[in-house]
């Protein structure tokens, strides 16, 4: 019952907003639609902790501990976008670069988007997952080319083939699943459900499984971000509208991963043995790698944080590949608090490059000063997203490194080089940016300060102290996808 | 029929969804690859249809159903418009390297049979060994994609994959389960609102659908 009001209000909304278009109100009805959506999944996630994990809707949706906080997230970082949004896209709007129909369209998809990620989470079939992360990326294509400056265009063609290219090779890997799964489970939609894959997992033919998971990883993990399937990701975030990078970095990356961690589960019980785990652990360490030296050379301010996702998400599917309790614990935790943190820090970069009216890093200058609340918003940000202690992230970083001296030591010294490096290349670049003077082309600026007050709270409060409940939920899922 | 022919109709409706592949490699004028992408999808739809007349499982039907209308029929029919509303339908396109290409397709398609060698030997349906056909369709859909400059191009190049992807389901189990094939063709259908749109916006902004053009968005140092 809560499982279908929540899908069907954000349908609902996107409907409506495209029905009566521009109206004076529609960035209210927005966030009324978000805020809704919110509510309903806290209902439902507190269904998850009264009864546990439940199948519904004639086991086509399937509610677990690890699905249902990532359906949490995804519907408060949504609001939160939305409330942000308004400020945002009324200044974009004055600027005059984009016009009523093209806010018609943001908002209708904005919801659209969003309907996408929580069918993608929320569905027990293999292969409506994948339809529903096909339908995610093309409801933001066009949302990236919204200017229609010819950068704008070129990011947004890039995202469409990329992304197009890589999920087509995850649905032959979802093929080969359904190959496999048919001949234990029979014909029909059943053989693609998760819950009666992860029953029989143990039956499934390993070799067919194995190569299943090189597509699905590729496939996927073109969506993560992975190194060296990730061009297009600096590209789009970039190139559209601020709030969609915030989405997509902190939304967008982490459904894909969930995608991948569920299919690993499969193919690590049919198989026995490590593979999809040092699959994971490669591409992670690489895209750690990578992503914290681009970082050094960027001028953009947008495309430094698209490389500090890359850097994340490749911490998080390193983290799920080393797998064990304390790892995955690790995994789940950063996920949540990379996703809070990354959009706070994209609220606070839209504003601070409408202010200057440039996203080159070299041209904003005092922050602090010309507006206290977006320049330590943006330097808080930065110092959480960095893993100073009392952040979330610090608290997830140090697991995953803990529990990587333990598992395989020797990858430790790789892992420090990466985190040291982003550090570097955060610091150098947002230090001089929050402090100094005022440059003379800095224009005052009205901000949203709500949602990136929020959000950095609650990194905050997750570094010093983790709830009973969501400690519980991440252990439950630890022991599922062992 | 009896099943040795429906056998040797299935490979002989393979052997030419892998020939409208390599044709769409080297085609260079704008209706000639609509015209074999159609062929393409009128192969499929047909190889689909007898599967499902041999196998007895009756959703084959409308899974052929659905891709005669969208790949024969819709799809071709909405570039054909556009390419000509843009006016580029008498465009030709400028390749290089042609015979490399070539030559990268073949070894594409040989390693598609050593990569699917494995799942031949489990599988016990009769259309086991297009399986290795249809991963050659979806490799030689990317090469297309990757050599190509021309939007037009690229996106048949996706769409092809699409062919390859669908023709795998029906090769090595039948079709996947009716939701999910809905739910494919749905998303198709969506990417192609979208490419339309986008044809326009790259051609008002650049002038040509040449997809080199857009080269800005590079790491500079």
């Not at chain 1, 029905?19 to 927005?30: C, H, K, L, S, T």
């Not at chain 1, 750690?288 to 911490?315: C, N, P, T, W």
């Not at chain 1, 994209?346 to 507006?371: K, P």
């Not at chain 1, 110092?383 to 020797?410: N, V």
């Amino acid at each position: 019952m809560t499982l279908t009001l929540l899908l069907w209000i954000s349908v609902l909304v996107a409907a409506a907003l495209a029905f009566i278009g521009d109206w004076r109100y529609a960035p209210e009805v927005n966030i009324a639609g978000s805020a809704l959506t919110f509510a309903v999944s806290l209902a439902l996630a507190l269904q998850v902790y009264q009864t546990g994990a439940f199948l519904a809707g004639g086991n086509f949706f399937f509610v677990d501990p690890f699905n249902v906080y990532l359906v949490v997230l995804t519907t408060f970082v949504s609001t939160t976008t939305a409330i942000f949004s308004r400020r945002y896209m009324r200044v974009e709007r004055a600027h005059g670069r984009v016009g009523p129909m093209r806010m018609r369209f943001y908002h209708a998809m904005f919801q659209l988007f969003i309907f996408a990620m929580l069918m993608a989470l929320l569905t027990n079939n293999l292969g409506v997952l994948w339809i529903s992360m096909e339908l995610a990326t093309l409801a933001t294509v066009l949302l990236v080319s919204l200017y229609r400056t010819p950068t704008a265009i070129e990011a947004a063609w890039k995202y469409f083939i990329l992304c197009g290219v890589g999920i087509a090779q995850a649905l032959f890997g979802t093929v080969l699943l359904y190959f496999a799964a048919e001949r234990v489970l029979g014909e029909g939609g059943n053989a693609l459900l998760w819950t009666n894959l992860n029953q029989v997992s143990g039956q499934l033919e390993p070799t067919v499984l194995r190569l299943a998971f090189v597509f699905l990883m590729v496939g996927y993990g073109t969506k993560v971000g992975l190194v060296p399937m990730h061009n297009w990701l600096p590209d789009a975030h970039s190139e559209g509208p601020t709030p969609i990078s915030a989405v997509l970095s902190g939304l967008l990356l982490n459904v894909a991963l969930y995608a991948l961690v569920r299919c690993k589960a499969l193919v690590d019980g049919s198989t026995g043995t490590h593979l999809a785990g040092n699959m994971m652990i490669g591409f992670g360490l690489l895209s750690l790698l990578v992503a914290s030296f681009s970082m050094l050379r960027q001028k953009d301010i947008k495309r430094l944080f698209a490389y500090s996702s890359i850097e994340h998400m490749g911490i998080a599917t390193f983290a799920f590949g080393l797998g064990g309790p304390i790892a995955t614990f690790g995994g789940m935790l950063h996920m949540l608090v990379h996703s809070l943190t990354k959009s706070a820090v994209f609220f606070s970069v839209g504003h601070a490059s409408q202010m200057h009216g440039t996203q080159e890093m070299s041209r904003i200058r005092g922050l602090i000063r010309g507006n206290p609340a977006v320049g330590w918003g943006l330097l808080l940000g930065v110092m959480a997203l960095a893993g100073m202690p009392p952040f979330g992230l610090f608290a997830s970083e140090f697991l995953i490194l803990t529990a990587t001296i333990k598992q395989m030591p020797l990858l430790t010294p790789l892992l420090l080089i990466g985190l040291a490096v982003a550090f570097a290349g955060l610091f150098r670049r947002v230090q001089p940016m929050a402090a100094g003077r005022i440059p003379p082309w800095q224009k005052p600026l009205s901000a949203a300060n709500l949602p990136v007050a929020l959000h950095l709270l609650l990194v905050l409060l997750l570094g010093v102290y983790l709830p009973g409940f969501l400690a519980s939920w991440f252990q439950a899922a630890v022991g599922l996808l062992k | 029929m009896s099943n040795a022919l429906v056998v040797q109709l299935n490979l002989l409706l393979a052997a030419l969804i892998l020939l409208t592949s390599f044709a769409l490699l080297m085609q260079r004028r704008m209706f000639a690859i609509i015209h074999i992408f159609a062929w393409q999808g009128f192969f499929l739809g047909v190889s689909t249809a007898i599967i499902g007349y041999a196998s007895g499982v009756h959703h084959l039907y409308l899974s052929a159903l659905l891709t005669l209308v969208m790949k024969m029929m819709l799809l071709p029919y909405i570039l054909y418009k556009l390419i000509l509303k843009l006016k580029i339908h008498r465009q030709i396109e400028c390749m290089v390297n042609v015979p490399t290409t070539m030559m990268i397709g073949i070894a594409l398609v040989i390693f598609s049979y050593h990569l699917t060698e494995p799942i031949r030997q489990l599988s016990v349906l009769m259309t086991r060994t297009t399986l290795a056909v249809a991963l050659a369709t979806v490799m030689l859909g990317l090469l297309m994609m990757v050599t190509r400059s021309h939007a037009v191009s690229q996106i048949i190049g996706f769409l092809a994959m699409e062919n390859g992807l669908f023709f795998a389901a029906t090769s090595a189990t039948f079709g996947m389960p009716m939701v999910v094939e809905l739910g494919v063709a749905l998303d198709l259908l969506i990417a192609a609102f979208i490419f339309g749109i986008f044809f326009f916006h790259i051609n008002t902004t650049f002038d040509s659908l040449d997809v080199d053009q857009m080269a800005k968005l590079k790491e500079t140092d």
